[in-house]
Every structure is written in C-alpha cells, then in structure tokens.
T-cell receptor
Framework: AQSVTQLGSHVSVSEGALVLLRCNYS??????LFWYVQYPNQGLQLLLK??????LVKGINGFEAEFKKSETSFHLTKPSAHMSDAAEYFC???????????FGKGTLLTVNP | DAGVTQSPTHLIKTRGQHVTLRCSPI?????VSWYQQVLGQGPQFIFQ???????GRGNFPDRFSARQFPNYSSELNVNALLLGDSALYLC?????????????FGSGTQLSVL
C-alpha cells in the first residue's frame, strides 16, 4: 500500500531564505508524485507533479522538487521564500495513473519578515 | 471560466442525520473525485467518478455514497452521520481520469456534526 510521510508539521523560515519541505513515500510500484499548496479557506492547488521522465521537476511560483528513487524521497524546495508562500503544503502519491491520491499530513510553512 | 464549485460551503448536522454535498466540475471536465480532510490531516480519497461510473473507492464505510449526473456534476451522500464525519469535504475535477490531466480542487464544504 502506498503512504506518504512529511517530516515536520511546521517549518518556519525568514523571508529570502531557502525553503525545504521534506516528503518520503512508500510505494510498491513506480509512483506518481505531487505537491499541493492550500491557502486558508481554499482548496488545494497543484504546485508540481512527477510522472515519468526528468527527476527534477519545476513547478509554479519558483518551487521545484527532485524525485530520488534510492531515497524514496520527493522534497520540495524554493531558493528564496516570499511572504506569500506562507501556507500548508501537502505531498501526495498515486500508485496508478488514476487520481487516487494518498496525501501526507501536511507541513505548515511560516515566513517571517 | 468558473472553477470547481461546491455547495453548501458550510453545514451543521446532528448525529444520525443524512447529508448531501454537491459539486459542479469545471466545464469540459468529465472526472470528479471526492476527498475528506479532517482537521490537521491530509485529504483522504473517498470516490472517483468518470463518465458517470464509479472508477475508484477509498476505505470508507457504506454510509458514504456518490453519483455523477449526465452533466458531470456530482453528489456525495453520507447517511447516519457520526461525530467523526466532521471534516472539510473536497471535490476535484479533471478532463480525464488519469494523472496526465491536471486536477483542480474546489474550496470544499465544511461539515460539522454535533
């Protein structure tokens, strides 16, 4: 069965600092991997996804993630945090090409001025 | 274009009651999925519908049911409500049912069971 572990329920960074949100997954087959962002009182918005091909995936708003099969990881990074990045971030996995996603518990990102 | 719309936005019910949540997908989208998000947790998959047929079901009891209509809108029904059913229910739509397509989420229906 597929599962996702997000290390750190709360990450706090200063504006302009590197953002690193960690995600490890468990899957019995090559996974499809996703990062979503959720702003207060809103639904989830796709940041980026890995299906096949290049392991370094670039997404919206300057975020990127690298699929590392050997480490079963898909960490999300952004070189320089902006105040508007403050939100909750969810990593998700699917073992099939259908949208039956398993989400992690989320990481709340706080950006300090 | 309008995004995924869900109604109502908030709902308060008592234990044992029945509830119906509604979702209108983005125009042209034929797949609708439902997720339950309990406070402090990530969303959990409930159902996926494509072309009016159930294509996937998560680990939820039979009290949960759904359907998709010819116009691709969808309803999620929950019978015999329990306190633990209190959650944000998210609907998502995509053109097709595979990850080749982008999945768009609505803002959700906040259900409180008292």
């Amino acid at each position: 069965a597929q599962s996702v572990t997000q290390l750190g329920s709360h990450v706090s960074v200063s504006e302009g600092a590197l953002v690193l949100l960690r995600c490890n997954y468990s899957s019995s087959v090559p996974p499809y991997l996703f990062w979503y962002v959720q702003y207060p009182n809103q639904g989830l918005q796709l940041l980026l996804k890995y299906t096949t091909g290049a392991t370094l995936v670039k997404g919206i708003n300057g975020f990127e993630a690298e699929f590392k099969k050997s480490e079963t990881s898909f960490h999300l990074t952004k070189p320089s945090a902006h105040m508007s990045d403050a939100a909750e971030y969810f990593c998700a996995v699917s073992e099939s090409s259908n949208y039956k996603l398993t989400f992690g518990k989320g990481t709340l990102l706080t950006v300090n001025p | 274009d309008a995004g995924v719309t869900q109604s109502p936005t908030h709902l308060i019910k008592t234990r044992g009651q029945h509830v119906t949540l509604r979702c209108s997908p983005i125009s042209g989208h034929k797949s609708v999925s439902w997720y339950q998000q309990v406070l402090g947790q990530g969303p959990q998959f409930i159902f996926q519908y494509y072309e009016k047929e159930e294509r996937g079901r998560g680990n939820f009891p039979d009290r949960f049911s759904a359907r998709q209509f010819p116009n691709y809108s969808s309803e999620l029904n929950v019978n015999a409500l329990l306190l633990g059913d209190s959650a944000l229910y998210l609907c998502a739509s995509s053109r097709g049912m595979t990850t080749n397509e982008k999945l768009f989420f609505g803002s959700g229906t906040q259900l409180s069971v008292l």
